[in-house]
C-alpha cells in the first residue's frame, strides 16, 4: 500500500504543516517553483512525491507517519 520511499516520507514531513493532503501538494508545488533546473535530485524526488500523492487514496494517506519522533 505504502510506496513511498524513506527520502519521500522525509521531504513530506518537512512540507506537511497543514497536515492534509491536498496542502501538502499545494506546499510541495510551491517549494518546487524555487528549485533551479541544476538541482536534480530534488526535482526528481519532489516529482515522484506529487506523482504518488496525486494518487494516492485519502485512507492510504491519513495512515501515513509524517510525524517522526525525534525523541
Known sequence: M?????????????YNASGTREGLIAE???MRGYL???ETALLN?????LHKL???PESVFAELDLFPDFT
Open 2 to 14: 505504502n510506496d513511498f520511499t524513506h527520502d519521500e516520507l522525509t521531504l513530506m514531513s518537512i
Open 28 to 30: 510541495l508545488r510551491e
Open 36 to 38: 533551479q533546473e541544476d
Open 45 to 49: 524526488l519532489t516529482d515522484s512525491v
Open 54 to 56: 496525486e494518487t494516492v
